[in-house]
Nanobody, 117 residues
Framework: QVQLVESGGGLVQAGGSLRLSCAAAGLTFSNYGMTWFRQVPGKERELVVGISWSGGSKVYTDSVKGRFTISRDNAKKVVYLQMNSLKPEDTAVYCC??????????WGQGTQVTVSS
């Protein structure tokens, strides 16, 4: 059974930092690209950043460039999202997804990030 479990969310003041983790089980982690999405109630889900299976390629949405950093540890089967200089507009539920060939096969449940002004 494949599981993706996010952790690390919480409440932080604007300008602060959080580090999210997404731990994978039940799949050959290094075969998958991994992507962080976020969603606010009433709005479409937004792709935040993706990382290739090797970690050699990363794609960030413009609004987080220079503030967020994605990384992965294939030995530990974990993908991380370091979020710095957080803004109230970063408030959302963040979830991770495992991808091959542009298709997202597995999703986590998400972790809430709330940034207060």
């Amino acid at each position: 059974q494949v599981q993706l479990v996010e952790s690390g969310g919480g409440l932080v003041q604007a300008g602060g930092s959080l580090r999210l983790s997404c731990a994978a089980a039940g799949l050959t982690f290094s075969n998958y690209g991994m992507t962080w999405f976020r969603q606010v109630p009433g709005k479409e889900r937004e792709l935040v950043v993706g990382i290739s299976w090797s970690g050699g390629s990363k794609v960030y949405t413009d609004s987080v460039k220079g503030r967020f950093t994605i990384s992965r540890d294939n030995a530990k089967k974990v993908v991380y999202l370091q979020m710095n200089s957080l803004k109230p507009e970063d408030t959302a539920v963040y979830c991770c997804a495992a991808e091959t060939a542009g298709s997202y096969h597995y999703w986590g449940q998400g972790t809430q990030v709330t940034v207060s002004s």
